[in-house]
Nanobody, 126 residues
Framework: QLQLVESGGGSAPAGGSLTLACKGSVGTVNAYRIGWFRQAPGKERERVACISSGGSFTEYSDSVKDRFTIARDDDRSVVYLRMYGLVPEDTGRYYC???????????????????WGVGTLVTVSA
């Protein structure tokens, strides 16, 4: 059973950057589509970005498109979320999630994912 661990969270000023990483603490992420979701205090969890197994397809929420990049390095069995141009609204706990390969428009939805990490906290100051 795949288990995920996130790293790289922390504090950054507005306009700054952070890079999050997602690895398997048990098992490897290589065969899975991977998503990043986040939840701000008092708000619902929202999708940030997803990448297909193999890396051919990516999807981003409108709020992070052109600022965040999701990428995978299967040689190192890690998926990154590179975040640039951070704004205070990016503050929240960021979760890595994995799902078996699938086809269809819902491939980046939380409900189709199988495994979740415990998250890493990102705080962006104004």
């Amino acid at each position: 059973q795949l288990q995920l661990v996130e790293s790289g969270g922390g504090s950054a000023p507005a306009g700054g950057s952070l890079t999050l990483a997602c690895k398997g603490s048990v098992g490897t992420v290589n065969a899975y589509r991977i998503g990043w979701f986040r939840q701000a205090p008092g708000k619902e969890r929202e999708r940030v970005a997803c990448i297909s197994s193999g890396g051919s397809f990516t999807e981003y929420s409108d709020s992070v498109k052109d600022r965040f990049t999701i990428a995978r390095d299967d040689d190192r069995s890690v998926v990154y979320l590179r975040m640039y141009g951070l704004v205070p609204e990016d503050t929240g706990r960021y979760y890595c999630t994995a799902g078996r390969p699938t086809y269809g428009d819902d491939w980046c939805r939380a409900s189709t994912m199988d495994t979740w990490g415990v998250g890493t906290l990102v705080t962006v100051s104004a």
